[in-house]
């Protein structure tokens, strides 16, 4: 996988620690960052193909891609029973 997005993360811009929330205000705080970022897409990717457990990537918390997998995991299935 190619990861020259990261050197195009805004994210480089804050300390780690802001992707790193312990309450869902600070996980706002970094979604909100994430939002304008140009890597937005690729680094969701990155996190989702690598099961990063932790923190904000791609504006989306753990839960959100946890769900993201769920329904990809589905979405999979269905697609091989039609
Ligand atoms: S989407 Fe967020 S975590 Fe990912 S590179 Fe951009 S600012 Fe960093």
Redesign the pocket.
């Known amino acids: 996988m190619n990861n020259s997005?990261?050197a195009n993360?805004?994210?480089r811009q804050f300390p780690a620690t802001t992707?790193f929330p312990s309450d869902g205000v600070g996980v706002e705080v970094?979604r909100r960052?994430?939002a304008n970022?140009e890597?937005?897409e690729p680094?969701?990717e990155y996190a989702l193909a690598n099961h990063i457990d932790h923190g904000?990537?791609?504006?989306t918390s753990e839960r959100e891609r946890r769900r993201i997998n769920r329904r990809r995991r589905l979405e999979l299935i269905e697609s091989v029973n039609n």
Do not use: E, P, R, T
């Open positions: 997005w990261m993360g805004k994210c992707f970094a960052i994430c970022c890597s937005k680094c969701l904000v990537w791609g504006g």
